[in-house]
């Protein structure tokens, strides 16, 4: 493109007068003609530094074309220039006075940054005890004065946790059985004990899988919906404008929530369970077993005590990833990153506390013989 | 010949379902001039704007910036015209994970061929104008709401447009940087032409800056005044507009 005949007169030249350098700036200074004679201008102000800005054969300037010459002569006085350029002039001139480069960011240390995460962890795990004793004092606070607890935002928690996320529960639980039949029918095959593919996929689902994806169910689901909701409310102060009032924010905010995720998991980890046996059952059909064979392998097998146990489990399960949704939510600092970051940490953290958990109790039930 | 306005809105309409906000709103502003939305809470001022900026879409009339309609223009003309003006939103609206200079410097990178000293230098030179120059390294989640807002004025002013939108600019901020806000506003307009349309309900500000305003009224859906706010104050007989300066419950 062609410079326009503004763009194309403006120029700047270094002068010496009298043994005093003069930066003559001559045409329309403004951003196009800036970009294109910076390198320029700070070649001519790396010498002594310019005693005089030469602004008679100005035509105009704009901010950038006015940082240009004031970075390039920044001491310098104005010449020549009209009413309207020096003004321009005086006024960046000042506000560049008042605004002092930016540091470069501090260089990156090592051991002091593996210190800070250090501690910043510290901090977090000491907090995350508070908020659980907080809980912990909050729901011995509801069993003596039961009206603390909001049951209508109990039920309202149960609907989002547990009835919304009904048909989600079931397709994945349907499609894991399909997966576990199929999965499992091709190594037993080559044994002969294809027949035994429910006792393999039921113990499965009502130990392990069943709790274990419901739970990520509901950290992906629930737990990043927990933390993004108080998220928000802390970041619009109405967590604080609660404390305020004089109003338990443990007991409005948390409790319910808690009490909905626990109620809601075993439901959640039963309807797992269930699309899962019928989702194996169907594939059983098809490898030629009947219905009666894959209910008389699973009645022989399974015990009341696999299915309560991971009942159980998922309850536990409900609990810590609703703490751990409240917790970052309520947690959540300042600015427009704050809520995503608590949905991540509520996921991330619900999703790892309710492994590592599930392998604690796998230990324990080992122990106990369940 | 008259100079062509830098506005030209002819019987604007905008309506939310079927619920108008305003109606045969008509106006023209012209170069170089403080040009005031103002009327009460929820009569649809920043509304206005927004439909102006092509942000609302319009139930009828035309609108029309610096001589073009932005509806009726292709993508790469709207990025051409969006290019030559600012907006200041109500909250600020900075980028949340960008230092103050970053968020200034960044239509600078988008539109221009300035290296990064250079833009770093203007985006120190427009902070400091709006008194931030000692908060340039700061993220916007470590100022205050007022804070925000002078950072958004000084990112609309970044490309040094000929037309600022400045939505409620001194809503929330203390007198003296008020005042010192009206006074940036009036000094840019004379030493660059720069034309402003300011939404704003504060008295003070409107007389001291303002050189024609609109009054908008959320019961009459549309504009019930027009001309220079302090000629208003003194001669309107209006009802909703004496009420409106002299600061009297309705």
Redesign the interface.
């Known amino acids: 493109m062609d410079p326009s005949p503004d763009e194309a007169a403006a120029q700047i030249e270094a002068q010496e007068e009298g043994g005093r350098r003069v930066l003559r700036a001559s045409g329309r200074i403004d951003t196009e003609a800036a970009a294109r004679l910076w390198p320029e201008a700070m070649k001519a102000a790396a010498g002594a530094p310019f005693a005089a800005l030469e602004l008679s054969g100005l035509k105009g300037i704009d901010s950038a074309g006015a940082v240009l010459l004031l970075t390039a002569a920044p001491d310098a006085e104005f010449r020549g220039a009209t009413e309207q350029a020096a003004a321009v002039l005086e006024r960046t001139r000042r506000a560049l006075g008042t605004a002092p480069p930016v540091s470069a960011p501090t260089r990156w240390r090592p051991i002091t940054a593996i210190g800070h995460a250090t501690v910043e962890r510290a901090r977090t795990a000491v907090a995350g005890i508070a908020f659980m004793g907080e809980a912990v004092v909050t729901t011995l606070r509801v069993l003596t004065r039961p009206r603390l607890l909001r049951w209508s935002e109990v039920l309202r928690h149960l609907d989002e946790v547990g009835t919304r996320a009904f048909p989600l529960t079931l397709l994945l639980g349907f499609l894991i059985g399909v997966i576990l039949a199929y999965q499992s029918s091709i190594p037993l095959r080559r044994f002969g004990a294809e027949v035994f593919v429910p006792n393999l996929v039921g113990i499965s689902l009502l130990r392990e899988l069943g709790p274990l994806l419901a739970g990520v169910v509901l950290a992906g689901r629930t737990g990043s919906a927990f933390a993004a909701e108080l998220g928000t409310m802390t970041v619009n102060e109405e967590v604080d404008a609660l404390k305020i009032m004089g109003v338990d924010a443990t007991a409005m905010l948390v409790l319910p929530r808690l009490v909905a995720a626990t109620l809601a998991m075993p439901v959640l980890a039963l309807l797992m369970n269930v699309a899962g046996l019928a989702g194996m059952t169907l594939i059983m059909g098809t490898l030629g077993y009947p219905w009666a064979s894959v209910q008389n392998q699973l009645q022989q097998w399974l015990s009341l005590q696999d299915l309560f146990g991971g009942l159980f489990k998922a309850a536990c399960f409900g609990l810590v990833i609703a703490g751990i949704g409240c917790r970052a939510g309520l947690s959540a600092g300042r600015g427009p990153r704050a809520v995503g970051d608590a949905a991540t940490a509520a996921v991330v953290g619900g999703i790892v506390a309710i492994v590592a958990m599930d392998g604690v109790f796998a230990v324990l039930f080992f122990r106990l013989g369940i | 010949m008259a100079e062509e306005p830098v506005i030209r809105a002819e019987g604007l309409a905008v309506r939310f379902g079927s619920r108008t906000i305003f109606k045969d709103v008509t106006f023209d502003v012209r170069r170089g001039e403080i040009f005031v939305i103002l009327g009460g809470s929820g009569c649809g001022k920043s509304t206005l704007l927004k439909a102006l900026i092509g942000l609302v879409p319009l139930a009828a009339g035309h609108a029309w910036l610096l001589g073009e309609e932005l509806a009726a223009e292709d993508d790469a003309a709207r990025r051409a015209l969006l290019r030559r003006i600012g907006v200041m939103w109500q909250s600020g609206a900075l980028f949340?994970?960008m230092?103050l200079?970053e968020n200034i410097e960044l239509p600078?990178e988008e539109h221009?061929?300035?290296?990064r000293?250079?833009r770093?230098?203007?985006a120190?030179?427009?902070?400091?104008?709006v008194?931030?120059?000692?908060a340039?390294?700061r993220?916007?989640?470590?100022i205050s709401g007022g804070m925000a807002k002078r950072a958004g004025i000084a990112r609309a002013?970044a490309?040094?447009p000929p037309l600022l939108f400045l939505d409620e600019p001194s809503a929330g901020l203390d007198p003296i940087t008020s005042a010192g806000l009206d006074k940036l506003i009036k000094?840019i307009a004379?030493?660059?032409g720069t034309t402003f349309v300011v939404v704003t309900h504060e008295l003070q500000s409107i007389l001291a800056i303002g050189d024609r305003c609109i009054m908008l009224d959320k019961d009459a859906q549309g504009m019930i005044a027009e001309g220079d706010p302090r000629r208003l104050k003194a001669e309107s007989t209006q009802p909703t507009v004496r009420a409106f300066f002299r600061r009297e419950a309705a």
């Open positions: 949340g994970s230092t200079a600078l221009t061929d300035l290296p000293a250079a770093e230098a203007v120190r030179s427009k902070l400091g104008l008194g931030l120059g000692d340039a390294g993220l916007p989640a470590e002013m490309l040094d000094d004379r030493d660059t």
